[in-house]
């Protein structure tokens, strides 16, 4: 079955190392999204994509950038982490721009020390 | 600039029972779509249900149904019939139709605890 993974699903790092945090969706879909979750916010949007070499900013982008090469791959990095990037990553992605539900995956629990 | 609005951080019901979690949003989009998603404690995100704004019926999905007044800007998710399965996080979100708006965008949220 088709389906998006994310790895690592925990991962503790220390403040100012450089973390990323895989996506892979093998349901060939153009456009794919990066979330994070904290208690109180909801989920906010970080980086998005709507096909290859294509990177556009969400609501809280800064210190965190993505990259598009293939359909398949969207990873997430934080170039020097942060206390305040504590969080719960989502990956999700979606057919095309007219049809309406995101598929997310099981989500990333980062933890920087 | 669009916005969803969860004014709810808890909600309780006894098992059987009727429950409507609000939504309110805000968008200068003509056209638009809303949807809910239920996070169990597991963590994952279930899609379950979707209202476009020209819809000219309230969507419903089994025990759920969506409540939508657009003039209200209102998009509430009824569950019929709560079940202690149905304890979890509930997620209202909106996307606009242009370039700039199709990511979804969510509000913060609602817990709902079901007993027995």
């Known amino acids: 079955d088709a389906e998006i993974t994310q790895s690592p699903r925990h991962k503790i790092t220390e403040t100012g190392r450089q973390v990323t945090l895989a996506c892979h969706q093998t349901w060939n879909h153009n456009n794919m999204f990066w979330y994070r979750q904290d208690l109180g916010h909801g989920l906010r949007l970080i980086h998005y994509?709507?096909?290859?070499?294509?990177?556009n900013k969400g609501e809280v982008s800064d210190g965190y950038s993505v990259s598009r090469s293939n359909t398949e791959d969207l990873p997430l990095t934080l170039e020097s982490a942060a206390s305040s990037q504590t969080s719960v990553y989502f990956c999700a992605s979606r057919q095309g721009e007219n049809t309406g539900e995101l598929f997310f995956g099981e989500g990333s629990r980062l933890t920087v020390l | 600039a669009q916005k969803i609005t969860q004014t709810q951080p808890g909600m309780f019901v006894q098992e059987k029972e009727a429950v409507t979690l609000d939504c309110t949003y805000d968008t200068s989009d003509p056209s638009y779509g809303l949807f809910w998603y239920k996070q169990p404690s597991s963590g994952e995100m279930i899609f379950l249900i979707y209202q476009g704004s020209y819809d000219q019926q309230n969507a419903t999905e089994g025990r759920y149904s969506l409540n939508f007044q657009k003039a209200r800007k209102s998009a509430n998710l009824v569950i019929s019939a709560s079940q202690l399965g149905d304890s979890a996080m509930y997620f209202c979100?909106?996307?606009?139709?242009?370039?700039?708006?199709?990511?979804?965008?969510f509000g913060k949220g609602t817990t709902l605890s079901v007993s027995s």
């Open positions: 979100a909106m996307r606009g139709f242009n370039q700039a708006g199709t990511a979804l965008i």
């Open positions: 994509s709507y096909g290859v070499q294509d990177t």
